[in-house]
């Protein structure tokens, strides 16, 4: 198995613009999970599925962040209108239940 | 309600020394604990984990680590560190109350020198 698949791993782009995130988790994992991780915040999940429904996300931070998962093999994080503060590395994980498996992570630069 | 604590943010070892690494959890019951590494750049990989049974636990890379129910620990160890095992350890509490989340510690760096 390819691991959590994720994409792109590096987004920098302008306040005011939409940014999509985007990820493919193993094969066979029913929960899926978005983190943000920042030095001043550390790891901070933001919204987690199961069997492609959403189950909390009280951890997304406004109403500018949405997240979807249309199909048990794919997920989006979608920031719109992102700000210089929503400047972080965005990880995926998918698990079985019980441990975690992460993706490499998508750094994003807002300017 | 679950939390982990890891009291050292940064530490440093000599390459070849042993190592401890410090975590302690808040939980009601029996907790499922994890310990994960995160090299510069990267994801988080799982080390090891603890479910039941023998309360000293085998990871890869050579880690082991052991609960300790008594002192609420699972503290992370390794005999001799090798200098690719700088990084960011995060120690992590599963949570069992039906939400399928993990409880993740702040990390401690380890630096690793000659």
């Known amino acids: 198995d390819a691991g959590v698949i994720q994409s792109p791993r590096h987004e920098v782009t302008e306040m005011g613009q939409e940014v999509t995130l985007r990820c493919k988790p193993i094969?066979?994992?029913?929960?899926l999970f978005w983190y943000r991780q920042t030095m001043m915040r550390g790891l901070e999940l933001l919204i987690y599925f199961n069997n492609n429904v959403p189950i909390d996300d009280s951890g997304m931070p406004e109403d500018r962040f949405s997240a979807k998962m249309p199909n048990a093999s794919f997920s989006t994080l979608k920031i719109q209108p992102s700000e210089p503060r929503d400047s972080a590395v965005y990880f995926c994980?998918?698990?079985?239940?019980?441990?975690?498996?992460f993706g490499p992570g998508t750094r994003l630069t807002v300017t | 309600a679950q939390s982990v604590t890891q009291p050292d943010i940064h530490i440093t070892v000599s390459e070849g020394a042993s190592l401890e690494l410090r975590c302690n959890y808040s939980?009601?019951?029996?907790?499922?604990l994890f310990w994960y590494v995160q090299s510069p750049g990267q994801g988080l990989q799982l080390l090891l984990k603890y479910f039941s049974g023998d309360t000293l636990v085998q990871g890869i890379k050579g880690f082991e680590a052991e609960f300790k129910r008594s002192q609420s620990s699972f503290n992370l160890r390794k005999p001799s560190v090798h200098w690719s095992d700088a990084a960011e350890y995060f120690c992590?509490?599963?949570?069992?109350?039906?939400?399928?989340?993990?409880?993740f510690g702040t990390g401690t760096r380890l630096t690793v020198i000659p």
């Open positions: 939980y009601g019951a029996t907790p499922y």
């Open positions: 994980a998918s698990s079985p239940a019980g441990e975690l498996y």
């Open positions: 094969s066979g994992h029913d929960y």
């Open positions: 992590a509490v599963y949570d069992q109350t039906g939400a399928n989340n993990l409880f």
